[in-house]
């Protein structure tokens, strides 16, 4: 299943991203595909526009696998929200950036329509946003009993305003979600191109 914003962005969204099938391999190799507190996140530009994917197991983001209760319901629903605000999440220094489209797919997510944005109220939004930031705090216990293997990937088309002057891209997921504790990145940006592993304390991808 899959929710889209802006339908023209989806062929550049679900392109593959990996950009060193050697270091692909290596991050596999080190880190199990379910592995807790792991993720990857690719990134890369055509022109002013920078594309993110993100692969990461639902845990990272939920503190829970599948859903087995309403309230875990209402975790998932809210994420939907977070994940169509990627600015929140990383933030591009030393540039203007707009969300131009927004693609999750993952098993987790419910069929909901196309137009997420249209879904939820600014004060829904906002409410949900503040569940997500909890999730997990006080509902841990036997969560693994409920986890299975459900992986979640978004990607995220952002159109930018000379985006080779981008200094830094400040990851703030870490904030977001207390589970998260090591991002894998990969990025070719023009004819830079490089991988960094980011965490809570070293959060910056710098260029």
């Known amino acids: 299943m899959f929710k889209t ?19 692909g391999a290596e991050v596999q190799r080190q880190h199990g595909a379910h592995e807790h507190g792991f993720a990857q996140l690719q990134i890369a530009s055509d022109g ?3 594309l993110l994917s993100l692969e990461t197991p639902a845990f990272n983001l939920l503190g ?39 693609h999750l797919d993952s098993a987790l997510f419910e069929e909901r329509g196309s137009e997420h944005h249209d879904e939820h ?50 990851v703030h997921a870490f904030e977001r979600f207390k589970h998260l504790e090591t991002l894998q990145v990969e990025y070719l940006l023009g004819t830079t191109q490089g991988s960094q592993r980011l965490n809570a304390d070293d959060s910056a991808l710098n260029f």
């Open 5 to 23: 914003l802006k339908l023209s962005a989806v062929a550049l969204l679900s392109a593959p991203l990996f950009l060193s099938s050697t270091v």
């Open 48 to 50: 002013d526009e920078l």
């Open 64 to 102: 829970f696998g599948a859903p087995s209760s309403d309230y875990h319901v209402r975790q998932v629903h809210a994420l939907e929200a977070v994940l169509a605000a990627p600015l929140n999440l990383f933030e591009p220094i030393g540039v203007a950036c707009a969300v131009e489209a927004v």
């Open 121 to 170: 109220t600014n004060e829904q939004q906002k409410h949900e946003e503040h569940e997500v930031g909890h999730a997990g705090e006080d509902h841990d216990e036997d969560e693994d009993e409920h986890e299975g293997h459900n992986e979640i990937h978004a990607a995220w088309h952002l159109q930018c305003q000379q985006l080779g002057g981008m200094e830094a891209l400040v």
